[in-house]
């Protein structure tokens, strides 16, 4: 199952979950709270957190290009969300590796 994961550097992180969970559940399946969320398009899914400092975003789908549609609509609506000062998005292949204690 193809993933990719991306980590947009921004401190207003859960205002920016919040707005994107509510928006994207106003049509599909989507569980949120203040830190994280979980939506549900029809052609992946994607796990949403907010820290002090980023917002991540956790996205898998059933092939590469359901994929690639599913991270186009992230910045998307990430970029009209921010468009006074537009945030980067950059994506890497591959699960994120699980945070470690040190």
Do not use: Y
Not at 8 to 17: G, S
Not at 56 to 79: I, P, T, W
């Amino acid at each position: 199952m193809p993933a990719a994961h991306a980590a947009v550097a921004t401190p207003d992180a859960a205002r920016f979950l919040f707005k994107l969970c509510k928006h994207f559940a106003k049509k599909i399946p989507v569980d949120f709270d203040e830190r994280q969320g979980r939506a549900e398009f029809a052609f992946g899914t994607c796990t949403l957190s907010a820290s002090e400092t980023e917002l991540r975003f956790d996205c898998d789908s059933q092939n590469d290009e359901a994929l690639a549609r599913l991270q186009s609509v992230l910045v998307e609506h990430l970029a009209l969300m921010t468009r006074a000062n537009p945030l980067p998005v950059v994506w890497i292949a591959g699960v994120r590796p699980p945070v470690t204690a040190a």
